[in-house]
Every structure is written in C-alpha cells, then in structure tokens.
C-alpha cells in the first residue's frame, strides 16, 4: 500500500513538472483570422504525421476557405456539389515548381494528396475562377489559428527559443524569433 | 433619288461599323457569386455548362438552392400549395433584382476607297462624309433574366441607346419560359417546354447574343426579287424578312443543347413587309401598341439537331461537361441539326378588277428557308458552320389583257387585275467560323460568309437601293473576317476584327456582246473595327 502510494505519488509530481516546463505563446495577429505556427528547429525534419481531413467543395466554395494540417496529412478533396469541380494549386508558398492539378472527378468522390512539406497552398478551381482555398501545412503541431481578432494561442510550447511565424490570406508571411519560458508572447502586423 | 443614295450610303457604313447586339448576365454572377466564365467562354459565347444552364431555365440543372447565395423572395410559403385553389399558387422572385447592363465603344478604320460612292450621287451632291479614323459609341443596353420558381423563366433585354448619342433603341427579347412543362402531362424530362413572347428563333448559331462583332451576311438576306427591266427574270417578291428577326410568339421545345437531340417549333407572327409594331394601326380600330404582324398567316419555324459527345468514358459523354485530366471542360463533339422556315409573304397593291373598278389585290406568296448545320468541337477548337436556302415563290401581276404589268408596280390604281406564277426568286448562302481559344483570356477567330443571290446582283445592276446588299459585284458575295478577343477581365473584353467586304463597283458599262449592262473596276470597303466592352 505504501509501495502504490509512493508511486502515485512521483507520477503526480511528474507530471507538473511536465506542465511547468510546457508553456504557450500569445499574442495578437493584425489584421484578425490568420494562422499561428511555430516552426521546427533549423536542421530538424518537419514533424510529419498520418491522418486524413476532408477539403469540401460544396455551393462553389472550398470548405473550409482555410484548412491547417501538420506535415505528412493527406488532404482528400471532395466535391459535395452537382457540378463539376477541379483542384490545382499553381504554387506553395510561391514556388511554381510545386504546383500541381488533381484534375476532375464526380460528385460525391473525393481525391487524396499527400502533403509531405510545409507550405501554403493556394486551391482553385480551373472551371470557378472565383473559389479560392488554402490549406496551411505547418512543420510541427504547435500551431494555432486565431480568433477573428486575430488573439491567439498555441499551448504546449515547451521552454525554448523557436521562430514563429504568422499568415494571413493576401499578406506576406512573417515570422519572428520567440524565447518560450512559461510563457511568451509574439504579436504580428501582417503588410 | 438622291436622298435614297444619301441613306444608302449611311446605311452602308452603319451595317459595317456596328455590331450586333450581345449580353452576358452579370445578374447571375451576383446571385450566385460566381464568374462570368462559369457559363461563357469568351462572353457572350456560352460554354457547355452555360448551355445545360439556359436549357435549365436560367438555374443550375441540379440542386439550384444550394448554390444561390441571395436567397429568393418567397411569393407565398409553398405549404400554400396544399391550399390550391383557394389560394394564389406559391412562387419566388430574386432576392436581389436581376439586372445587367452593357455598353460598348468602338475605333475603327476603313478603306480608302470608302468614297468611291460618291460618284453614284450627281455632281455637287454633299455626300455624308466617311472619316478614315473614327472613335465611335455602340449600344447601352440593359438586361434581366432569372427565375419565378416553378420553372418559369424569364429574359427581357432592351438597348436603350444604339448607336450611340441618346439613339433610341428598342425591346430586344422579352419572353417567358416555362421549363419542363412535360412534366404535368408525365412526359420524359425536358421533353418539353414552351415559350412565349418575342424572342430571336432557336437559330443553329445566335445572331442576337454573338462574340462576334459584326452579323453573319446569311442572316441578315432579305429576299427582293429581281426588277432589272435589262432582263428576263423578273420578280414582283419584296420580302424584308431575316432570320436574324425577333418574333413574336410562342415555341415549344425539348432536349438539350449539351447533348443529345434537341428541338423546337415555333409559331410567330408574320411580318415580311417589315412595317413596324409602332407605325402599324388604323385609326378605325385602336390599339395603343400598334400591331405587330402584316397578316393572318403565322409563320412556322422547326429546328431539329443532335448532338454527340465523343468521350469514351460513359460518366463523362452524358454529363454537362467533360471530365479532363486537369479539369472538366467542353466536350469533344459534333453536333448536326436543320432547320425550316415556312411562312407566306404579302403583297397588297391598288389594283382593278375586271370591270375596271378600283380594288385592293392581295399577292400570298409562300416563302421557305431551310438548311443544315455542324458545330464540331475539340477541346478549346471549335469549327462550325450553316448552310441557307431561301426560295419565294413569284406571282408576277397582270392586267386584264393578262401581259405583265412591268415592275414596280405603280399608279393608283394599276392596271394590275390578277397574278401569275412565275420563276421563284431564290439565294443560297451560310458561313463558316472557326474559334480557338488560344488562352482562357484569348480567341482567334477565322469566319467565312457567303451568301449568293442573283436578284440582288441584278437589282444592284440597275442601283437599286432597296436590295439587302447594293452593287455586288458578284453573284456571290464573299466576306472575310479574321479577328482576336480578349477577356481584359471575365467581363471586360477587347475585341479586333478586320471585315474583308465583298467586292462592289460604281461603274457599270454595257457589254458589247450581250449588250446588257456589266459592272467594271471592282473594289472592297473593308473595314477594321476595335471595341472596348463591358457588363456589369
């Protein structure tokens, strides 16, 4: 009995030690509803995982307008309307090398990719100029998107110094150094 | 005579200058929150999704609601249907009042020789003067189409100024449809639907909302026959009638015009003697509106085609677009059809009857326009083209000696007492056009008109004025067109073209040999034109 308290006991302790040292980083994005992420150490690879999320095209639009996946995500891409849609993306992050189109299928079917490096990808459709998407693949799974007052968190931040970088549809990336000791804070003017 | 060549001339050059009309819907674009190239490739010109759209009666052809992001007014909550007939039947108007608007602007530059006509007028005349170079306006026309619900569709459009400087325009289409209507008399799906009102006639290629900036020749042949005293043919035949005319009444239809068959037959009011709704009225019997036809008679117009789309994959052939490898897009097809135009142009003159007293002579003189037509298509190419064959029949006037009474007729009242059959008064003629889209933004087009009628060259022999085309110098009139278009933005478009026109003369002289009058010296008055326009 002694033995099982006593082991308790240390697990507890661990494990506030544990959320001592995970801490977060706040702040504030202007202008509002953007995405948070903080990005993987220099020479580290991408935190990649594996799952699948769904990129609905429903009412001619892309739903969500902005989805975030970590690294290693298939995205499938269905088509929920009674009309013919396409997905390309003619670059991420403004590399036209990586652009790609994954073609036509038919209502109600979807098609998966991969998305093995981090980026933002701009989704449209080669049929309805006007649907416009983005999926924002981040290197690590501390990220955040922000209310659309653009406040923030990304919790779990372990102590440590980290680059973050913050986006937001139509302005450039930005990203600035962020030294994490219980808490940080890291508010961005996107141009 | 004089005022008559004056007119022509201005007539000449405004037929060469200015376009026919065109609308894309921006109204659509708001209520549905999405491109013009949604439903056109190079506006007006509809893609296949924009053809099932029309055919669908202005709505998408699935799960319309799902798509339209201004709701519709409700006319009435459709549980009142269950109330019927003690209750108005439920429908909807647009949430936000479905109108456009267009308006064009052109440059153009045309030939040199653009004052070779002036000779026709006597020596002294002021002639209208023909810039070289000339900015000129086009039309301002305003546009709504939707849907009532129901599958009631409708489309009014009007050029509220044409030709620029406050011109007063005119009611261009202003018709409803009623979509599917087989459905109540549980017929297959789109077999049938009706429309009502005045509407250009389910013609193979449209004039009314053509890229194109200037009119297919083919469509715009009146029929007057030959009245030439230098020659044998004679033709008491003076029919205004155009396909290119609204009508006026009613059509049923069916099919697709994606895929598959599609028909229509229309029943509209006659007109050949072109005299206007406005200046046609007695003041015997009012109307506040004046009448729109000359006759009893309605005229008959069918049209009949079949389309096959040609992908391999059974998925991809029967939906509204195909499915390529980067994108779904028009699909690989041909398509063929006919048509048919029945009516009887009327003729009525001051004439006797036997017993020398003054009567009014009525000459009926049936009328056809039939042909046929291909559309093929491979991805961004499209080749397409029509055939026309016009005949109307002749009933040359007589006295009551029973000679011909020379032509035109004249005097009041003529000696005319009665009509003979004679030779029919006939033209062939059709076009043939290319279109490429080189960039989604970008079309090169290549068009080839023809239109060949031996009254019109022999008319022009004698200048008159009064045939659809004056002083051809061939039986055959060749026109070439090349052009370019460009989206600037999905509704903003730059377009060129260059109207290689068909040669005319001004110099007749008499043949030695046959001693009838020939043309010498021929020319072409061609013309470049470049617009700027915009919808909104």
Redesign the interface.
Known sequence: MKLRYLLSLSIVTLMATQLCLAGSIKGKVTPGKSVVWVEAAPGAKPVAVDKHVIMDQKGLLFQPHVLVVQTGTTVDFLNSDKVAHNVFWPSISGDKKKSHNLGTWPTGQKKGFKFEEPGVVSLLCNVHPEMSGYIVVVPTPMFAETAADGEYTIANVPDGQYTVTAWHEGKKLQSQKVTVSGTATANFTLQ | MKIRITAFLVVLLLAAFFPAGAHAIPAFSRM????C??CHLDFPKLND?GKAFKDAGFK????DE??I?VPPVMLGAAAQKEQFPRTVWPGVIPGMPPIGFRMNTFFQTTSRNRGNFDTLTPPGTVNPFIPRTDFSTGLFSIFTAGNFGSDIAFWVDDDISVAGENAAGGLGDGYLKFVNVGRLMKMPKDSLSLRVGRFELDLPFTQARTHNLSSYDIYDQANIGATNPAFAAQHNVNNVFTMADAANGIEFSGGHQYGGYHYSIAVVNQNTSGVSQADNESPFVPSSAGFAADSNFKDLYARLSYRFNLESDA?SRN???A???????DHTYLNLGSYYFYGRSVQRFSGQNLLGDPVVLTAREPFYRVGGDFSFNYRTFNLYGLFMFGHDNNLLPVDSAGFPVPLPISGVPSPTVGFIHSGPATFTGGFMQADYLVYPWMMAIMRWDAVNSGPDRLNGLAANLDTPFVLPFHQTRNRFTPGVQFLIH?NIKAAFEYQIRPQQYVTIINNPITGLPAATQPFRTNTAVVSLDFVY
């Open positions: 549905y929150q999405t491109s190239t949604t999704f998408f052809p699935s799960d799902t798509f992001k998925t939906s509204v677009q499915a390529g490898s980067t994108g779904p897009r999905a």
